[in-house]
């Protein structure tokens, strides 16, 4: 018999004769009542079963964990908490799950002790709730992109180039470690190498997908970065997932504009579609901030705090005037930054980061216009010769959520640049390509998908929103 989704048994329109479930337990009560999920749904369907007429064998098997299969009628139930229960009339154990060690016991755990056992967290209510929510975030993604005509480019996860220009790159070799081949000036010889050059991970797809965008106009990545960066914070990750779009003939307002339009439908997306998750989380929220001092707590629940976010526009804020409001700001003056701000040209922080969003602006903020010294080198130059047309987006509790700019197009400025900086011409002929033949002014930015899930599903740090994550000293699973 094909088992019915614990989902579209709760949400049926009537009692139902007959029907199968398959799914984990999660509990099992008074010898009677399971609950079971079977991940269609963060809410668990309520099993009975009639104990006088079940092997007692079978009922010690009822652990949690284990997988089982269920057929009865669907019925009205009794109890409070669930408008349908099945009435067990045969019931299957399809895998055991000692009681003893499984590690998913139905109690709070830390979300330390979850990240290590990151491959049965899933089971959990938070971790399905977030990890759908991921999902359907990721299909908003393509939905708004696709509607508007957007192209998707797959560009590549092994380049030779460094996108950004920062050296936070994962190098790519197959040579052997033990004995490397070495040329005649006594370096590496990467002509033996599998590509016969240098090769990591990418960095970033911006650079194939601009050439791609002078060609089909507007185009989106959406792939697997990687840095190197050594950073251990709740917000960086040394594998994540980038949304990348890139438009012809855009400048940085329309930039801006596209951003803001696109977050705003994301974050719809997922509030329309995963009511019931969303919910679980904002009360998980407001329970993990009990322990917290009054001062740290968010002043708004978390559905609340997306609703702002498509109700308020974005302020947009240029780079200078926010320095002049951190160099005055008490924070600042009382030296309670750990980077106090002194003069135009600082590169900023996150603590200054979040005391614009969440104490200064409250509300999301885009910064712009950004001294060059402290920005990627295809930023375009303003008419000042200090500024680049940059921007980033700022969210509360997460401070950058996305980093873009209106590019160099211009042949002659970009190469001084490239110079000026040490970046390899020749490494980069074909980006050059884009500004020798038929440039124009475009514009893109990269949004840093899981910084977006860490924002829908209030979590805090950004382990715990993607399956896996990899981060310094830990690549299990
Ligand atoms: O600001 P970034 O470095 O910009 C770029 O890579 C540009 N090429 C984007 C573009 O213009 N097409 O990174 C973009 C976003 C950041 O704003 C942040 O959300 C995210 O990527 N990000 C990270 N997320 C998790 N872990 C990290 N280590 C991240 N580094 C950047
Ligand atoms: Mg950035």
């Known amino acids: 018999m094909k088992h019915t989704r614990v989902k579209d048994l709760l949400n049926s329109n009537n009692t139902l004769h007959e029907v199968n479930a398959k799914g984990w337990v999660r509990t099992f009560r008074n010898n009677q009542f399971i609950a079971l999920n079977d991940g269609s749904t963060i809410n668990n369907i309520q099993c009975v079963v009639d104990f006088e007429n079940t092997a007692e064998e079978t009922l010690k098997r009822i652990t949690t964990g284990a ?24 019931l299957e154990i399809l895998g055991d799950s000692d009681a003893e060690k499984f590690p998913m016991q139905p109690k709070k755990h830390s979300l330390e002790f979850l990240r290590e056992n990151a491959h049965l967290r899933v089971r959990t209510n938070a971790f399905g709730a977030i990890m759908r929510i991921r999902s359907v975030l990721s299909f908003a993604v393509h939905s708004y992109f696709q509607q508007k005509g957007f192209v998707y480019v797959n560009t590549p996860i092994i380049t030779g180039a460094d996108a950004e220009g920062a050296g936070e790159m994962f190098q790519i070799t197959s040579l052997p470690l033990n004995n490397l081949p070495k040329n005649e000036e006594g370096n590496i010889d990467y002509k033996k190498d599998f590509f016969g050059k240098h090769t990591n991970l990418t960095v970033s797809g911006q650079l194939e997908g601009e050439t791609f965008a002078m060609a089909l106009g507007q185009i989106y990545t959406f ?19 980038m949304i990348e779009p890139e438009v012809a003939f855009n400048n940085l307002d329309d930039n801006m504009d596209l951003a803001e339009d696109f977050i705003q439908y ?35 629940a978390l559905l609340e705090k997306l609703n702002f976010v498509l109700e308020n526009n ?34 900023l922080q996150s603590e200054h980061e979040r005391y614009l969003v969440e104490k200064h602006f409250k509300c999301p903020v885009i910064l712009f216009d950004y001294p060059a010294n402290i920005k990627a080198f295809y930023m375009r130059l303003n008419e000042d010769g200090k500024t680049v047309r940059a921007m980033d987006i700022l969210f509360p509790g997460i401070g950058e959520i996305v980093g873009g700019s209106q590019r160099e197009e211009r042949f002659d400025v970009l190469v001084e640049k490239m110079k000026a900086l040490g970046i390899d011409e020749e490494e980069l002929w074909w980006y050059l390509d884009t500004r020798r033949f038929g440039s124009a002014v475009h514009s893109g930015f990269g949004l840093g998908f899981e910084r977006l899930v860490l924002f829908v599903t209030g979590m805090s740090n950004i382990r715990d929103v993607i399956p896996f994550p990899r981060t310094p000293q830990n690549a299990d699973f």
């Open 223 to 241: 792939g697997p970065t990687f840095r190197a960066e050594n950073s251990n914070t709740s917000r960086h990750l040394a594998e994540f997932w």
């Open 67 to 90: 997988a089982i299969s269920v057929t009865g009628n669907l019925v009205e139930s009794k109890g409070a908490g669930q408008k349908y229960e099945i009435q067990v009339k045969k």
């Open 314 to 347: 974005f302020k947009r804020v240029s780079y200078t005037e926010a320095i002049d409001i951190l160099r005055d700001c008490t924070p600042n003056k009382k030296k309670k930054f750990q980077y106090i701000i002194n003069e135009w040209g600082a590169d």
């Open 266 to 300: 994301v974050i719809k997306f997922a509030m329309d579609k995963c009511g019931d998750d969303l919910k679980f989380l904002e009360g998980r929220l407001l329970d993990e901030e009990k322990s917290k001092p009054q001062a740290e707590r968010s002043e708004m």
